[in-house]
């Protein structure tokens, strides 16, 4: 099993906002409110989180766990409203290397047709995917295009940090 390093924190609403550090390097994330099934979030490697009741059932009948080289791990949590609900990872070999030379898929010579760069993580991301997946964003006339939910609210918390010239991306 590997370790997830899986952080839960309690909202003042009662709810809870659980992330982990995938092997790739992000910081994927979901927030769960009581009397909510499940909610999942992807990562830029493939691999796939959920939290919730329905965490592993979302997981299944999407086969991730089915994925050759993927690995399901359930992780329970005490959710602040008193149930036990579950962590579960879809975890398979990471897209990128876990160590030295993570680039989050940045393309040599500029960016591919179709592609944009996450401005808070440096990632590059599909624009299809990005806007299905309701990860965007809009400031001042612009489109910005995210790799998951914490890095766009990241970025709608303070445009102005990110899109300063002097601000380098990171994990």
Known sequence: MVDMHLQIDVRPD???????TCPCGCNPGVALKA????????????????VGHG???????????????FALQVVPVQAPWGEQ??????VGQSE???????????????LAAGRAIDPVCGMTVDVVAATGKGLTFNHAGS??????????????EEPGRYLDPTYVPSM
């Open 143 to 156: 489109d910005y295009y995210f790799c998951g939910k914490g890095c766009k609210l990241d970025f709608e």
């Open 14 to 20: 009662n709810s809870i906002f659980a992330s982990y």
């Open 55 to 69: 965490a592993r059932h979302a997981i299944e009948s999407r086969g991730f766990a089915a994925k050759p080289g």
């Open 96 to 110: 990128h290397p876990a160590e030295g030379g993570h680039d989050h898929g940045h393309e040599e010579g500029g």
């Open 35 to 50: 009397g909510t099934d499940v909610a999942t979030e992807g990562c830029c490697c493939g691999n796939e989180f959920a």
């Open 85 to 90: 609900i579950d962590a579960v990872w879809a």
